[in-house]
C-alpha cells in the first residue's frame, strides 16, 4: 500500500482552512448544532453526530458544491505532495468524515493519496448520506475509521508522520516520537496542556517543508 516513510494525515481542518460539518452547521437551522454537542458530551458517536448533520444538507447539488468551496483547500498541495515523492514519502488520509466530498476535492489538484474514510453519496433530498466502513480492516464504530489501528499497523514498516487537528486525531499523534507530530487546531491546545511536544503547522504544504528540508 505504502512505503517505508508514510505521512498520515486527518483531511478536515487539516488539509483544508476549515471542516466540512462546521460549514454545515452554519448552513443548517440552529437545532442541527444539537448532534455536535451531544457528541461532545460522550451521548452520541463521533460517526452518528457527523452523519446526522450531513444527512440534513436536503439542498441542490450546486449549493453543497458551494458550501465544499468554503473548506478552502490548501492550494500547496500538489507541490508539497511532489515533494514528498521525490524525497520517498507516500501520504495517507484518514478521516473520521466522508469519502465522497474528501476525493471531489483533492482530484482537481492532481493527487491521489490513498484515503481512508467514511463512505457516502450526496443524493438531492436525501442530503449526504455517509454510511460506517464496516468492510475496512481499521471500523471503529465510535468514528468509522480507527486513525490508531492504521497508525499501528503502519508503524513496524517504517517511518511515520502523523498529521491533525481535532479530537480523533489525539489517539494517533501519541503514538509517533514527537518530531514526526504535527498538530494545529484542538489538538496542538491539548498536546500543550498534557505537556507532549509536536511541531505546529498552519498550512499542510509546511509539514512537506519540515521533513525534506
Known amino acids: 500500500m505504502t512505503g517505508n516513510r508514510v ?8 488539509m483544508t482552512g476549515r471542516d466540512f460539518f462546521r460549514i454545515a452547521l452554519d448552513f443548517l437551522p440552529a437545532s442541527f448544532g444539537s448532534y455536535w454537542e451531544e457528541y461532545e458530551n460522550g451521548e452520541l458517536s463521533h460517526f452518528d ?12 447539488g450546486n449549493a453543497v458544491s458551494a458550501l465544499l468551496e468554503e473548506m478552502t ?7 508539497a505532495f511532489k515533494q514528498l515523492r521525490e524525497h520517498g514519502w507516500s501520504v495517507v488520509v ?6 465522497w466530498y474528501i476525493r471531489r476535492l483533492l482530484a482537481p ?13 450526496f443524493i438531492e433530498g436525501q442530503g449526504l448520506v455517509m454510511q460506517p466502513p464496516v468492510g475496512s480492516p ?43 507530530r504535527f498538530a494545529k487546531g484542538w ?27
Request: with cysteine; glycine share 10%; aromatic share 6%.
Open 94 to 99: 484518514a478521516s473520521a468524515g466522508c469519502e
Open 187 to 213: 489538538l496542538a491546545d491539548e498536546l500543550e496542556r498534557q505537556g507532549e511536544p509536536y511541531v505546529r503547522f498552519e498550512h499542510w504544504d509546511e509539514i512537506a517543508r519540515s521533513l525534506t528540508q
Open 7 to 14: 505521512v498520515v494525515t486527518d483531511f478536515d481542518g487539516t
Open 109 to 121: 489538484l492532481g493527487v491521489a493519496p490513498v484515503i481512508h474514510a467514511n463512505p457516502g453519496i
Open 138 to 180: 481499521y471500523f471503529n464504530s465510535e468514528t468509522g475509521i480507527d486513525k490508531a489501528m492504521l497508525v499501528r499497523d503502519l508503524l513496524p514498516r517504517g517511518t511515520v508522520v502523523y498529521a491533525g487537528d481535532g479530537r480523533p486525531d489525539l489517539a494517533p499523534s501519541l503514538l509517533v516520537p514527537p518530531p514526526q
Open 49 to 60: 453526530a457527523l452523519a446526522a448533520i450531513f444527512a440534513g444538507l436536503r439542498c441542490s
Open 73 to 79: 483547500m490548501d492550494q500547496g498541495i500538489p507541490a
